[in-house]
């Protein structure tokens, strides 16, 4: 016979199991990297997880392939849009033309897989402006060996990829040395003359826009750029329902659908999440055509829904930096002071540090670290952050007079007593000036943490980096820039407080 000591465990197991599985809705990340469609269509991808009761975040603008595959392998995110000739190429350096078995059969060995073809392809291909085209008889990319010392531009990532400028030189002969620049503003430098040719991904909605001559890839050098999502092998284990439904995505999607997104955009400025919405809607691309969206001005934009959170973001990461930083760069400064030993090497090594550029520590951090976002973040800031601080702290204690010191100890102090009583107060406004100038710093150099995920002002700068986007731009570097002015004033108080306390 059941007694209430049997039936009170049993209901409380049951009342756990019960609030267990209500609360137990599948949780995935999707990512993306730092360009138009690959916004859009993680957005996509996200919303479609969402819709099948999954609680599913998109992971934004995380850099290139680079960034993005680490984020996959680590686990940070577990799914992001792919093309298969990148796969092939780029993540695992096979020939052209290696069956779908053998990309499979490699990708598994990290724990991965690829699925789901959307409809479409996305290739990369050069163009130019209609009229070098006609002036220099150039159709095909061939032609361009005529032409040497024209200027070519090509982004960042396509200058160093496998499938990028390297072999495409090779393959065809090409004489010219490209430089680098930003996928997002190649179009405007070329429609304003300022290069002649750039690599395009096929699915640009400025192609058409500017009325781009193609050049053709007579050599067929470039392989199928199929999108297809990449994703963790487990994922569909872990998130059956929701990768059901991220399946039904297959075929939905072709070139021209993708064009049109591509092309609401950057050319009609509507929002990603519009232009998910919109998809997940099934309203089509005829029937916003013609239809810009009424795009916000700057201080519109300024001040959008999202300024809380980047806020949030934004303060949070230099506060946490410059805090870390206090607490290494002010030991440190302190023994440089002590020790003439010390001094050069510890002064050498942190100036060694700012010397590092800021996206290639954050993406030597994030496989050191196992995790893209905040945390290596904090510590790439934190680390850019020393210099300013430990300099100031060994100058204020440097210049300290020695007579105070003696009197100090003449008094019956201890050394660490006269540490504390005289030589410290006496630096702290050089320390405050240090921290405050490492502070300031800290406050623009955090807009690079958006490219690994962890969000701040930068978001808006990468968006507007992507698109184009002057006004976007703008509406990150501007709350960006009265933070870093409000942090000077704090400090500047700061400083007057700890000099009267001195006197």
Same mark, same amino acid.
């Given at each position: 016979?059941?007694?209430?000591?049997?039936?009170?465990?049993?209901?409380?197991?049951? *009342?756990?199991?019960?609030?267990?599985?209500?609360?137990?809705?599948?949780? *995935?990340?999707?990512?993306?990297?730092?360009?138009?469609?690959?916004?859009?269509?993680?957005?996509?991808?996200?919303?479609?997880?969402?819709?099948?009761?999954?609680?599913?975040?998109?992971?934004?603008?995380?850099?290139?392939?680079?960034?993005?595959?680490?984020?996959?392998?680590?686990?940070?995110?577990?799914?992001?849009?792919?093309?298969?000739?990148?796969?092939?190429?780029?993540?695992?350096?096979?020939?052209?033309?290696?069956?779908?078995?053998?990309?499979?059969?490699?990708?598994? /060995?990290?724990?991965?897989?690829?699925?789901? +073809?959307?409809?479409?392809?996305?290739?990369?291909?050069?163009?130019?402006?209609?009229?070098?085209?006609?002036?220099?008889?150039?159709?095909?990319?061939?032609?361009?060996?005529?032409?040497?010392?024209?200027?070519?531009?090509?982004?960042?990532?396509?200058?160093?990829?496998?499938? =990028?400028? +390297?072999?495409?030189?090779?393959?065809?002969?090409?004489?010219?040395?490209?430089?680098?620049?930003?996928?997002?503003?190649?179009?405007?430098?070329? @429609?304003?003359?300022?290069?002649?040719?750039?690599?395009?991904?096929?699915?640009?909605?400025?192609?058409?826009?500017?009325?781009?001559?193609?050049?053709?890839?007579?050599?067929?050098?470039?392989?199928?750029?199929?999108?297809?999502?990449?994703? #963790?092998?487990?994922?569909?284990?872990?998130?059956?329902? @929701?990768?059901?439904?991220?399946?039904?995505?297959?075929?939905?999607?072709?070139?021209?659908?993708?064009?049109?997104?591509?092309?609401?955009?950057?050319?009609?400025?509507?929002?990603?999440? @519009?232009?998910?919405?919109?998809?997940?809607?099934? #309203?089509?691309?005829?029937?916003?055509?013609?239809?810009?969206?009424? /795009?916000?001005? *700057?201080?519109?934009?300024?001040?959008?829904?999202?300024?809380?959170?980047?806020?949030?973001?934004?303060?949070?990461?230099?506060?946490?930096?410059?805090?870390?930083?206090?607490?290494? =760069?002010?030991?440190?400064?302190?023994?440089?002071?002590?020790?003439?030993?010390?001094?050069?090497?510890?002064?050498?090594?942190?100036?060694?540090?700012?010397?590092?550029?800021?996206?290639?520590?954050?993406?030597? *951090?994030?496989?050191?670290?196992?995790?893209?976002?905040?945390?290596?973040?904090?510590?790439?800031?934190?680390?850019?952050?020393?210099?300013?601080?430990?300099?100031?702290?060994?100058?204020?204690?440097?210049?300290?007079?020695?007579?105070?010191?003696?009197?100090?100890?003449?008094?019956?102090?201890?050394?660490?007593?006269?540490?504390?009583?005289?030589?410290?107060?006496?630096?702290?406004?050089?320390?405050?000036?240090?921290? /405050?100038?490492?502070?300031?710093?800290?406050?623009?150099?955090?807009?690079?943490?958006?490219?690994?995920?962890?969000?701040?002002?930068?978001?808006?700068?990468?968006?507007?980096?992507?698109?184009?986007? =002057?006004? @976007?731009?703008?509406?990150?570097?501007?709350?960006?820039?009265?933070?870093?002015?409000?942090?000077?004033?704090?400090?500047?108080?700061?400083?007057?407080?700890?000099?009267?306390?001195? #006197?």
């Amino acid at each position: 016979m059941l007694t209430c000591r049997h039936l009170l465990p049993a209901l409380a197991m049951g *009342l756990a199991a019960c609030w267990g599985g209500a609360n137990a809705a599948e949780q *995935l990340a999707v990512g993306s990297k730092r360009f138009t469609e690959s916004y859009i269509l993680g957005e996509i991808i996200a919303r479609t997880a969402q819709q099948s009761g999954a609680q599913a975040v998109h992971r934004p603008g995380l850099g290139s392939t680079a960034v993005v595959l680490e984020a996959l392998k680590l686990g940070s995110i577990d799914v992001y849009p792919e093309y298969l000739g990148t796969i092939e190429k780029e993540i695992l350096k096979l020939p052209a033309g290696s069956k779908p078995e053998t990309l499979q059969q490699e990708l598994r /060995k990290a724990g991965l897989a690829f699925a789901v +073809p959307l409809g479409f392809s996305n290739g990369y291909a050069l163009a130019t402006t209609a009229q070098v085209a006609r002036e220099r008889s150039l159709r095909t990319v061939g032609d361009l060996r005529r032409h040497p010392q024209l200027p070519i531009a090509v982004s960042q990532e396509f200058l160093g990829r496998a499938d =990028g400028w +390297p072999g495409l030189a090779a393959r065809y002969g090409l004489p010219q040395r490209p430089t680098g620049i930003d996928h997002g503003i190649a179009y405007e430098a070329l @429609a304003g003359g300022r290069i002649a040719v750039t690599d395009i991904y096929t699915t640009d909605a400025k192609i058409a826009e500017l009325g781009l001559t193609v050049l053709e890839d007579d050599a067929g050098y470039f392989p199928r750029y199929d999108a297809v999502l990449l994703y #963790r092998i487990d994922l569909p284990q872990r998130a059956p329902l @929701a990768w059901k439904a991220i399946r039904e995505l297959e075929g939905r999607i072709d070139g021209s659908r993708m064009i049109r997104m591509n092309g609401d955009a950057e050319l009609r400025g509507r929002t990603f999440a @519009a232009i998910a919405e919109d998809f997940m809607a099934g #309203r089509t691309a005829d029937s916003t055509a013609g239809a810009p969206a009424r /795009k916000p001005g *700057l201080w519109g934009r300024v001040f959008s829904d999202d300024l809380g959170r980047l806020t949030r973001q934004h303060v949070g990461l230099v506060a946490a930096s410059v805090g870390i930083g206090v607490l290494l =760069g002010v030991p440190l400064g302190a023994a440089a002071a002590a020790s003439r030993q010390l001094s050069q090497p510890i002064l050498a090594a942190v100036g060694v540090l700012q010397t590092i550029p800021s996206l290639a520590l954050l993406a030597a *951090l994030i496989p050191l670290l196992g995790r893209i976002g905040t945390v290596p973040a904090i510590v790439a800031l934190s680390l850019y952050a020393l210099l300013p601080i430990v300099r100031n702290t060994a100058l204020g204690l440097d210049q300290v007079p020695a007579g105070l010191k003696q009197a100090g100890l003449a008094l019956g102090m201890t050394a660490p007593q006269r540490w504390r009583y005289v030589d410290f107060p006496l630096a702290v406004p050089a320390i405050l000036a240090g921290i /405050k100038t490492a502070a300031i710093l800290t406050v623009g150099t955090a807009t690079i943490a958006a490219f690994i995920g962890a969000g701040g002002y930068g978001e808006r700068i990468a968006q507007g980096l992507a698109l184009n986007d =002057g006004t @976007a731009l703008l509406a990150g570097a501007i709350p960006a820039a009265a933070l870093a002015l409000l942090t000077q004033l704090v400090f500047e108080l700061l400083e007057r407080w700890a000099l009267r306390r001195g #006197r």
